[in-house]
C-alpha cells in the first residue's frame, strides 16, 4: 500500500528561492517576516499561517493557492484532512446532508463478502457517510421518508411537478423588487426533491461572483449557483443574501443585537457590520438565506 503524505513544500520554497537568486534575507524582506522564520520553514521546522504562506508565495512568484492549501493541510495532518475530504464530497449532495440531518439510522459497513478477516469499525462516521454518498441517492432518499397524508385541498405530492424553476438574479439585483424591474440573469430547472418543504414561488438564486469570494472563500467559489429562501433563520454555517449600503452581499452572518456581523471568508481577517433598522425587523436586510449549494 502507498504510504498517503503531503508534498513538501518547504522543499519547493527553497529550490525556487535558490532558482530566482534570492537569499533567505531577501526572501524574508519581501514576505515581511523574519530571516530566522524563513529558516525555520524552509527546513521544515515550522509551517507558516495561511497568511504567511500566501505572502511566501507572492514573494517567490508561485501559486497562492498552494501554499495557503498546504499551510492549512500540514496544520490538520493528513488522517483530519482525509476526514475533511470525505465530508466535502457527501456536502455536495444535499441528499445525504439532509439524511444526516433528519437524525435516520445512518447505513452500518459491512465486511466485503467472504473476508469475515476485515474489521470495520463501526464508529467511523467518515466511512458510514462514504457508504451513503455510494450507495443512497435522491431516489433512495425519497423513498425513506414517510408519507404525510395530504390536508383537504392540498395537492399531493406526487401530483406535483418534478421540476422547479428557480430564478437566478443578475448580481445585484433585489429579490424584493417588483417582477419587472429585478433583472433575470438565468434560470435553473431542479429536481423537487433536492427542495423538500420549499415552496418554489420562495425561491431565488444567485451566481457566486469573483468578488463575492471575499465573503464566501472555502464556503463556495465563484461560478457556484447558491439557491435562497425567502428569509428563514440567520445561523453561521448559513450563507444569506443581505442587503447592504453597497448594495446585496452574499456572506454568512451573525445577529449580534441591534447590528448584523458578516463573517469573513477563509484567509481574510476583516468583518463587516450591517445596522438593524430595527432589532425585529431582521426581514428588512437579509432577505433569504440559503438552502442549497450548486457547485459549478
Known amino acids: 500500500m502507498i504510504e498517503k503524505r503531503l508534498p513538501d513544500l518547504h522543499t519547493r520554497m527553497k529550490r525556487r528561492r535558490t532558482h530566482l537568486g534570492l537569499t533567505g534575507t531577501e526572501l524574508a524582506q519581501r514576505a515581511g517576516i523574519s530571516t530566522s522564520y524563513v529558516s525555520l520553514i524552509e527546513n521544515g521546522a515550522k509551517v507558516p499561517e495561511e497568511d504567511v504562506a ?25 488522517h483530519d484532512l482525509a476526514l475533511l475530504n470525505e465530508l ?62 395530504s390536508a383537504p385541498g392540498v395537492v399531493a405530492e406526487s401530483q406535483l411537478p418534478a421540476v422547479v424553476s428557480v430564478t437566478v438574479l443578475a448580481t445585484g439585483a433585489d429579490p424584493a423588487a417588483l417582477e419587472a ?24 438564486a444567485y451566481e457566486v461572483t469573483p468578488a463575492a469570494t471575499r465573503h464566501l472563500r472555502g464556503v463556495a467559489a465563484s461560478g457556484d449557483r447558491i439557491v435562497f429562501q425567502r428569509h428563514g433563520a440567520v445561523t453561521p454555517d448559513r450563507i444569506c443574501a443581505i442587503r447592504t449600503g453597497n448594495g446585496i452581499v452574499l456572506a454568512r452572518a451573525l445577529v449580534k443585537e441591534e447590528s448584523l456581523l458578516l463573517l469573513p471568508g477563509e484567509g481574510e481577517v476583516h468583518f463587516e457590520s450591517v445596522e438593524l ?10 432577505l433569504g438565506t440559503h438552502v442549497l449549494l450548486i457547485r459549478r
Request: glycine content about 6%; aromatic content about 4%.
Open 277 to 286: 433598522p430595527d432589532a425585529g425587523k431582521l426581514s428588512d436586510v437579509v
Open 181 to 204: 424591474s429585478r433583472p433575470v440573469a438565468d434560470r435553473l430547472l431542479l429536481d423537487r426533491r433536492l427542495l423538500d418543504g420549499h415552496e418554489a414561488q420562495d425561491l431565488f
Open 54 to 78: 500566501a505572502g511566501i508565495a507572492r514573494a517567490l512568484d508561485d501559486d497562492e493557492a498552494l501554499y495557503r492549501a498546504w499551510a492549512r493541510a500540514a496544520r490538520l495532518g493528513i
Open 88 to 149: 466535502e464530497a457527501i456536502s455536495r449532495t444535499p441528499a445525504y446532508v439532509s439524511l444526516v440531518e433528519s437524525g435516520e439510522e445512518l447505513p452500518r459497513l459491512e465486511a466485503p463478502v467472504g473476508r469475515a478477516d476485515v474489521s470495520v469499525p463501526e464508529g467511523d462516521l467518515a466511512m458510514r457517510l462514504r457508504e451513503v454518498a455510494s450507495h443512497l441517492g435522491p431516489e433512495a432518499l425519497a423513498a425513506r421518508r414517510p408519507r404525510r397524508p
